[in-house]
């Protein structure tokens, strides 16, 4: 029997944030976390809603990709925490039809070969991270939050103001332009797709 995975939601916009922010791309998102980020343990509370799916097989799973943007390369897997679902197969399959595989993950669980562009965003403590290296690693703060001894190997480190909701907190903002002045190695990278009005 074919793998099958469950899919929260899948949409065509454009990337908000990170180095390839303002790039169009499919969104794939997994249902299912291994985390909960809670305003009193990570600074921020989660955004997202990742617990409805349905089930999906890869084979499902790229004919609605490609009837929902038929001319756009890029696919982000996201959740929740893709890395829970994504395997070989999938990965084969999204790759022979073509397409460019992005991951935003927490990087609590090792990655599999294929991927073309990897966003680590750890939401646990440096020595549970499993994925080392990555394209790029981001960091959300809130105020008074200080710069992460990042265990992960990455060449772009960019810090992401916590936001309430839709809002991005006005603190946690120039908090994070003050710690990229002091330690310009860091880049500041906001969810711009929320002043875009964008999903």
């Known amino acids: 029997m074919a793998e099958s995975y469950v899919i929260n939601e899948w949409f065509y916009s454009l990337q908000g944030e990170g180095i390839r922010a303002g790039t169009a791309n499919l969104f794939l998102r ?3 976390c291994n985390e909960t980020c809670k305003l009193e343990t990570h600074g921020f509370d989660c955004d997202t809603e990742f617990v409805s799916g ?11 990709l490609r009837e929902t943007a038929p001319n756009c390369n890029w696919i982000i897997l996201t959740g ?3 890395a829970l679902q994504i395997d070989d197969h999938l990965i084969a399959v999204l790759k022979g039809a073509g397409y ?27 020595h549970a991270v499993r ?8 960091y959300v703060r809130g105020y008074g939050q200080g710069i992460p001894k ?10 992401s103001p ?3 909701g839709s ?3 006005s603190r946690a903002l120039a908090w994070c332009v003050q710690l990229v002045r002091e330690n310009p190695e860091w880049r500041l990278s906001c969810q711009q797709h929320k002043y875009w009005n964008v999903r």
Do not use: C, H, M
Not at 150 to 159: N, T
């Open 30 to 32: 997994f249902s299912g």
């Open 150 to 159: 990042s265990s992960v190997e990455a060449p772009y480190k960019l810090l």
């Open 80 to 82: 929740g925490e893709p």
């Open 54 to 64: 349905r089930r999906l097989s890869a084979e499902e799973i790229l004919a609605e």
């Open 131 to 138: 994925q080392r290296t990555a394209n790029e690693v981001k």
């Open 167 to 169: 809002e991005i907190d």
């Open 100 to 126: 460019n595989l992005a991951i935003e993950t927490n990087g609590s669980i090792e990655l599999p070969e294929g991927l073309d562009w990897i966003t680590v965003s750890p939401k646990v403590a440096e």
């Open 162 to 164: 916590a936001s309430a």
